[in-house]
């Protein structure tokens, strides 16, 4: 789910080398931080966060198959 999150945040940005993922596991729940640019914070969130809403459901449904709960906090 890491290099799905990466390579989704890679595909939005317009500088995809400060593009990080970091996740924190515990037994059910994964944490996913994804980083990027300051420049590029709009670009992630979207208008109304409808971006980072979209997102979140994508990386959601892959959490499924592994039968856990997966939450993204864009960080900077």
């Keep these: 789910m890491e290099q ?3 390579h989704i945040a890679k595909a939005l940005v317009d500088d995809p080398d400060q593009v990080s ?3 924190v596991e515990s037994d059910r729940l994964i944490v996913l931080e994804l980083r990027v ?5 709009g670009k992630v969130i979207g208008k109304q966060g409808r971006i980072a809403k979209a ?15 997966v939450v993204v906090e864009i960080v900077q």
Excluded: G, W, Y
């Design 4 to 6: 799905l999150l990466e």
């Design 21 to 23: 993922v970091r996740a």
């Design 37 to 41: 640019a300051d420049e590029d914070m």
């Design 55 to 69: 997102i979140r459901t994508v990386i959601n449904a892959a959490a499924v198959k592994e039968n856990k709960r």
